[in-house]
């Protein structure tokens, strides 16, 4: 008589996007249960009384946002406050999640709950996507765990409330595990879906657009064999013509990039309308990597604020230069690239600084790679579900009272 088969077995003779749904439903799960469970301390606050309910909950912060779009629009002139400069408004925010919601409404549900379902589902879609692109370097065992790792990480919560970072993870890994593909044509739809979902486009087609040169440089030998070996990742484009490809790729992306600053510019009539909307946030005008001396130098002084980013400098240096991301492949590399690059460039360094390293979710499967055993990446799961309440309590719940902790 042969044995009945264990738990273990069935879950590996599940289809592999079953194995990786039923992970991230686990995580999904727990990260629901926080957030419930850190609404019923959370007092009142501009979005709901005390112990909000889901739905209220899931009004906190940006959501608001997104749901202007569908009830007013985007305005065509500029708000301005006393001093003459651009204050908030809602061409900040793109308009996929907007648009995705809307085609919820037959259900009679409230925007917030439409929009929740499609942070979630875009959410599951991510995980699959994300485990297509990078399983084949760090082997289908680690890469679950990498999904456990990301969807329990501290600002998880973000994955599935009215926010658009679910949106831009998918879109971003389906472009990426296209090229990796050599399918570069085909990941071109998902690419100018990204830029309208998050402003990751810039970031996106300077990493396209690297991983290209660095193509190009290979296949032409303008380089001694190893050079940079122990930094960049191997060519993983062979033939001319899915370097080509990629080429247009980028140069579609980055052209994607351009379009919704452009829109706004038409549509108000003021050339400036997206970045002076984006840097209203701030109180300062658009100056790359600036922001990064000017708050840092505001969380620790002005002269150790260069030493603060002397290390952030460093510790992004000593990431890239990892052999697990490394050997991530090309196209999870040139990511993580373009993206850092282009925080240290664009980006103010405020406590929403977590929500904005998501997009870094290949390093999930570097740290899951790198850690080898069982024991480590469990340590590894429990820091990140221990960061998961400290953030949802003081930042997405808590941080609404004082405005101090900014998701």
Known sequence: MSASPTPQSLFSRLPRPCQVLAVWAAASTLTFLILRLGAQDTPATPWGGAAPSWEE??????????????????????????????????????????????????????FYVRAAIVSILASAGAAVVMDRLLSPATGRRASLWAVALIWSSPCAAVLQVPYAESLGLVMVGLTLWQASRGRALAAIPFAVAAC?????????????????????????????????????????????????????????????????????????????????????????????????????????????????????????????????????????WFWCLGYLLYLLAFFDPTTSVLRLLLPLAPVGWALVAAAGTTRRRLALLAVCIAGQLVWVSWVWDLGSVSIRWVP
Do not use: K
Not at 58 to 76: K, V
Not at 80 to 108: C, E, I, K
Not at 287 to 301: C, I, K, N, S, Y
């Open 196 to 332: 309208f979902a998050r402003p990751v486009g810039v970031p996106l087609g300077a990493a396209l657009g690297l991983w290209w040169a660095w193509e190009v440089v290979g296949a032409r030998g303008w380089l001694p064999p190893g050079w940079f070996s122990r930094l960049v990742p191997e060519h993983g484009l062979q033939r001319p013509g899915e370097r080509t490809r990629l080429l247009a790729l980028a140069l579609t992306t980055c052209a994607a990039a351009l379009t919704w600053p452009v829109i706004a510019w038409l549509f108000t009539g003021r050339q400036d309308a997206y970045t002076a909307t984006e840097t209203s946030w701030r109180g300062a005008d658009l100056a790359p990597f600036a922001p990064w001396l000017t708050r840092l130098g505001d969380w620790v002084g002005p002269h150790l604020g260069l030493v603060l980013l002397a290390v952030v400098l460093v510790a992004a240096g000593l990431l890239l230069s990892a052999p697990a991301l490394r050997g991530l492949g090309p196209a999870a």
């Open 57 to 110: 909950h899931m009004r906190f912060w940006d959501a608001g946002w997104y749901n202007r779009i569908i009830e007013e629009g985007y305005p065509a002139q500029l708000p301005l406050g006393a001093d003459g400069r651009v204050t908030q408004n809602a061409w900040a925010f793109m308009p996929l999640l907007s648009g995705l919601a809307s085609l919820l409404n037959w259900t009679g549900w409230s």
